[in-house]
Structures are given as structure tokens and as C-alpha cells.
């Protein structure tokens, strides 16, 4: 993003005007965010955190990254200590932060860390929370503890969504695709068994976390949009065709067995909640990715 001079009155103080280079169907208008408060980002240091962070600080912006271990301040990015699943430190994280982008998530535990996020961040005042969310938090139904143990992830993303939905502060909400990083981690783990499973009848839409953090930036620094169209990777692979990409891309050899999941999340899964195949709107492929990250 570059800085170009407007006429139009700034809304805010001290303001500068960023203008989009992304290919979304708004690109030509304004970005406008005030530059004297720092930008939050929880899950800063993580695989989606810190290119968020790249961007902002490309855009000219203060960032402020929420870390659970001590960190020296670099090139303009200020650490804060603290514990989103306990509460402790994020009063001081947020303090003075108008924007806060919520990175940080993990298999269990995200409903209560954006709670634990939200009660502090609206005393403090904050004008605007991005979370990202993923695709079919809304369509993979948990009502079982089958359903719980192998999808509960989506279960806690819904209902996070709902805490910062109903928080009462201005939010932008983005659902995306799984990352190729995710994909990739579970490849790198089953191949250690000497049969890799797959999730039978199931598939995938991986999207680049660079992608995605591109378009979690360009959300911050605009105004609060509610929930926004979904991101979903350029292609929908099976989740054997998947492992057989890494495979080749490894020059491992391992059989592949398809099974198939019990459940009403896992139904839900088959028959493509977790795919948005109208919003395909990613650009690295799975087979660019482990060229890069596999194949070198």
C-alpha cells in the first residue's frame, strides 16, 4: 500500500490516506486510518500474525504485537506480554490501541480468549476489532462429542465470532479457507506412520496465509465492515489428492487410506461446509506452495 495525498476532509485527526493494491472489487477507494495510535495484532509471531504485521508496517503504521513470551522492540513493532486464555496483560496490550487484529487462535480455547480480549479492549476504547474466522464456522454443526473431538475447532471460531459480533465494538469479521501451512503439518505428520489417513469423501480449498494476511491488513485499515466475504484458495483438492501432491513434492512413498469419519460435522464436512468454491479468490496453488516450501 503507498500514501497518496487527498482533498477530502480526514475523518480523523492526524490522518493519513492508504489506497488499496489488491484486486478486490473496491481497490480505487481510500484507506483511511489514524497513524499516531498503534495497531494491536494478537498471534503476531504466528503463521498468519506475522505477515499481518509485515503489512502494516509496510503501510506505514505503529504495530503492537500481544505475545505470550518477552520480546525486544524491532524495526518499529513493540512486544507486550501476555496471556489471552488467562486474561493477564492484555489490559496493558490494548491500552491505547484503536485497531486491534485478532491473529491468535489455536485448537481449543478461542471462544474464551476473544472474550477475554473483548472485555478488555472496550474499556480501552477501541475503535475497531478484525477477527479472522474460517469458512464453514457457521455450517459445521457440533452437537456431538464425536463431532466435538475431531471439529471442535469450528465450534469455537462460531463462537467467538459471536462474542466479537456482539461485543458492542465496531468489528470486521473475514472467514478463510484452511492455510496450506495446516495442510502441510498434517501431511508432515502422518507420514511418519507407515499408512497416512485421510478423511474419506472429504476435501479441501487450501489458501495462502501471505493471501490472506494481505486481506486482513487492507480490513484494518479500513472502517468496521461486519462480517465480510469469505477467502477460499484457487483450487478444491480431495484430501488424498492433497497428500499425494506432498508425497511427490517429498519423495516420500506411503500408501494413503481413506477413511471415513462418523458424525454429523464429518457429513457436514463431505458435503463441502468447509469449501467456498464462489470465492475462490487465492492465487498460489498447493503445488506452488510445496514447490517452495516441499520441493527445494
Not at 495446516?182 to 493471501?211: N, Y
Not at 491488513?217 to 501432491?245: K, N, Q, S
Request: with cysteine; net charge positive; hydrophobic share 45%.
Amino acid at each position: 500500500m503507498s500514501t497518496r495525498p487527498s482533498d477530502a476532509a480526514d475523518p480523523t485527526p492526524n490522518a493519513t490516506i492508504l489506497w488499496r493494491t489488491t484486486n478486490h472489487a473496491n481497490a480505487n477507494r481510500p484507506l483511511v486510518r489514524a497513524v499516531t495510535a498503534p495497531v494491536l495484532v494478537t498471534g503476531g509471531t504466528g503463521t498468519l500474525g506475522r505477515p499481518v504485521v509485515a503489512r502494516l508496517r509496510d503501510a506505514g503504521c505503529a504495530v503492537r504485537v500481544l505475545t505470550r513470551h518477552p520480546h525486544d522492540a524491532t524495526d518499529g513493532v513493540e512486544y507486550v506480554a501476555g496471556d489471552l486464555a488467562s486474561g493477564d496483560g492484555v489490559e496493558v496490550a490494548v491500552t491505547g490501541a484503536e485497531t486491534i487484529v485478532h491473529c491468535a487462535g489455536s485448537a481449543k480455547g478461542d471462544e474464551n480468549k476473544a472474550r477475554n480480549l473483548v472485555r478488555a479492549a472496550l474499556p480501552a476504547g477501541a475503535k475497531h476489532l478484525v477477527y479472522i474466522s474460517v469458512v464453514g464456522a457457521d455450517r459445521v454443526p457440533i452437537v456431538s462429542g464425536v463431532d466435538r473431538a475431531m471439529f471442535g475447532y469450528f465450534g469455537e471460531k462460531l463462537a467467538a465470532e459471536r462474542i466479537v459480533a456482539d461485543s458492542g465494538l465496531p468489528f470486521t469479521t473475514l472467514r478463510a479457507t484452511q492455510f496450506h501451512d495446516f495442510v502441510l503439518t498434517a501431511a508432515q505428520q502422518l507420514v511418519k506412520l507407515p499408512v497416512m489417513l485421510a478423511f474419506g469423501g472429504v476435501r479441501f480449498q487450501p489458501i495462502d496465509a501471505d493471501e490472506v494476511a494481505d486481506r486482513l491488513a487492507e480490513l484494518a485499515l479500513d472502517r468496521p465492515a461486519g462480517l465480510v466475504p469469505e477467502m477460499g484458495g484457487p483450487r478444491i483438492y480431495p484430501m488424498t489428492e492433497l497428500f499425494r501432491g506432498y508425497l511427490q513434492a517429498a519423495h516420500r512413498r506411503r500408501p494413503i487410506l481413506p477413511v471415513r469419519q462418523p458424525g454429523q460435522a464429518a457429513r457436514a464436512f463431505r458435503n463441502g461446509a468447509n469449501l467456498a468454491p464462489s470465492h475462490a479468490v487465492g492465487r498460489r496453488t498447493w503445488e506452488e506452495f510445496l514447490a517452495e516450501r516441499v520441493g527445494s
